[in-house]
Structures are given as C-alpha cells and as structure tokens.
C-alpha cells in the first residue's frame, strides 16, 4: 500500500484561495503520473488536474474544463508532495478532493493505482 496524505482543505466563501497537499511515501513519483479528483455529494468523481511527473519540470498538465484558469497542479520532488492551487472558488468546487497516483490507462483521468483518502474542500456562496 502506497500511502498518499493530503491535507490543505477548510471552509472559504466564494473567491477565496486554498493549496492542497499530497505527500507520498513509499516510493518516488517521479516518472508517473499524479492526479487530483474530486467528489461532491451525490454526484462522481470527477478527474481536476493530472500530471506526469517527469523531472523538475514535468509534463504539461490536464486541467478539467470546469478549473481551468483557476487550478493549478504542481509538485515538489524534493518533498515528494504533490499540490493543487485553487483559486477563484466557487460554491461548485465544493467536495472531497483525491490525490491518486499511478496512471493504469483509460485517458488522463482513466483508472489510477493508489488513492488517498481525500481533504474536504468546502465553498460558500
């Protein structure tokens, strides 16, 4: 089992910012690809930014449409963290947010290996 904690969510009201966190352990990321989903109540998850680590740099990111301009995914790999900067958020962002690692296939949003047990994000109006 490949722990990955996140940590960053909390309660904000609309327009205001938040950075979430995933550090993983157990192994180093670099070399695969990192995702963050996010689930809100009564509907399903749902793919947010994706990213194949590779390097400092990495490889060009994959943003939902709905985050687009506002999300941005980055990561460390000194402190094997990866992280979501959200800013702009709206009542709809609200949720659980995932960080998954380990692309299996089935797109940038397709099935992943190892999945964390996910940060509450949530957005008032």
């Known amino acids: 089992q490949v722990p990955l904690v996140e940590s960053g969510g909390g309660s904000v009201q609309a327009g205001a910012s938040l950075k979430l966190s995933c550090v993983v352990s157990g192994f180093r990321f670099d070399g695969y690809s990192m995702a963050w989903f996010r689930q809100a109540p009564g509907k399903e998850r749902e793919g947010v930014a994706t990213i194949r680590i590779n390097g400092i740099n990495g490889g060009q990111p994959v943003y939902a449409d709905s985050v687009k301009g506002r999300f941005s995914i980055t990561h460390d790999n000194v402190k094997n963290t990866l992280y979501l900067q959200m800013i702009s958020l709206k009542p709809e962002d609200t949720g659980m947010y995932y960080c998954?690692?380990?692309?299996?296939?089935?797109?940038?949003?397709?099935?992943?290996?190892?999945w964390g047990q996910g940060t509450q994000v949530s957005v008032s109006s």
């Open positions: 998954a690692a380990h692309n299996l296939g089935g797109g940038p949003f397709g099935q992943y290996n190892y």
